[in-house]
Structures are given as C-alpha cells and as structure tokens.
C-alpha cells in the first residue's frame, strides 16, 4: 500500500469513529436539557483560580524536593604540614 492509500484509510477511519459515537452520544442525550442552577462568579473563582494556585504549589514543592546544594570543596591550602616519622596512621 501506499502512503496515500494508508492517509486515507486513517481518515476513513477516523470519520467512521466520530460518526458512531456521535449517533451514540445522541441517543443517550435527554429530551430536554434543563439548565438546573448554574455556576456563581465566586465558585468559578475558586474552581479556577484554585486549581492554578494548586499547580503553582505542586510545581514550587516538586522544585524544593528535587534541588539540592552540591558539596563543594574548600579552595585547597598551601601550607605544608610538617612530616612526621614514618609510622601508619591509625584510624
């Protein structure tokens, strides 16, 4: 098959699927569609500007949980310790 044959077949496809869930969806839908009490200003305030406040406190503490102070070394010194005699270390 060919690249053409195969965009077509997908888009044939694709137009069926939409087509039966749609016929589906229209037979599942209610005679009437009655509004029932709606949304106030204050709660699609909170439903909103809630969920983004939430995502900006998930993002700070994922941030805060992932960062971490790398350890650095001090700058190395250019005294020079004194040589003792040559006996092992004792740890």
Known sequence: MRTP?????VLAGL???TL????SAMADAPLTWDEGEGR???????????STVGLFV??????LV??????????PSTDIEPASDNS???H
């Not at 106030?40 to 809630?50: E, H, K, Q, R």
């Not at 992932?66 to 700058?75: H, K, L, S």
């Open 20 to 23: 039966v869930g749609a016929s």
């Open 88 to 90: 092992p270390a004792h």
């Open 66 to 75: 992932t960062a971490r102070n790398n350890y650095v070394p001090p700058a």
């Open 5 to 9: 044959v195969r965009a077509a077949a």
């Open 15 to 17: 137009v069926v699927f």
């Open 58 to 63: 998930l993002i700070v503490l994922f941030a």
């Open 40 to 50: 106030s200003t204050l709660d699609t305030l909170i439903v909103f500007g809630g």
